[in-house]
């Protein structure tokens, strides 16, 4: 099967947009959590989303590109989920951080 590029570009932003909203209603999941698992947490995604924006000529600060991805201030959705992490977390993160 070979798709278009008009019909791969809309199936991608579709996948994006369910992911994001999987993310918004995964509030138990922390950023520290995704980033020990999978190698990237919702402020990597907001952080692809703003170097798309750029790429394409879009100004788009760091807080409007995060306020897309988590639905709302990042400050906000930081006091109302955000929790400590636990060493454990923290120290897995270290292990697993990205390489810079």
Known sequence: MS???QE????EAAAFR???NHLRERTDVQ???LMNLAGFCRNC???WYRDAAVEAGVDLSKEESREIVYGM???E???LNQSEASDAQK????INKPKE
Do not use: C, M
């Open 73 to 75: 201030p990042y400050d």
């Open 8 to 11: 791969q570009t809309e199936f």
């Open 45 to 47: 995604l907001s952080n």
């Open 3 to 5: 798709l278009s590029k």
């Open 91 to 94: 120290a897995a993160f270290e």
């Open 31 to 33: 950023n520290i959590d």
């Open 18 to 20: 369910r992911l994001v």
């Open 77 to 79: 959705w930081r006091r």
